[in-house]
């Protein structure tokens, strides 16, 4: 079977701070960093990680 992944990517730096955002399938899934540390994970606008 055929199987296609779509797939973007995109990172925002600001002051030390990191927004990747990542769509893939269909779905949105945001990663913001601070200061190297992963603090919150949004996946399709819901909060599924935060320090």
Known sequence: ALVISLYSSSTEMNQGNCLQRI?????????IEE?????????????MLTE
């Open 23 to 31: 769509k893939e399938n269909g779905q949105e899934r945001i990663e």
């Open 35 to 47: 200061d190297g540390v992963l603090k919150s994970v949004l996946i399709n606008g819901e909060t």
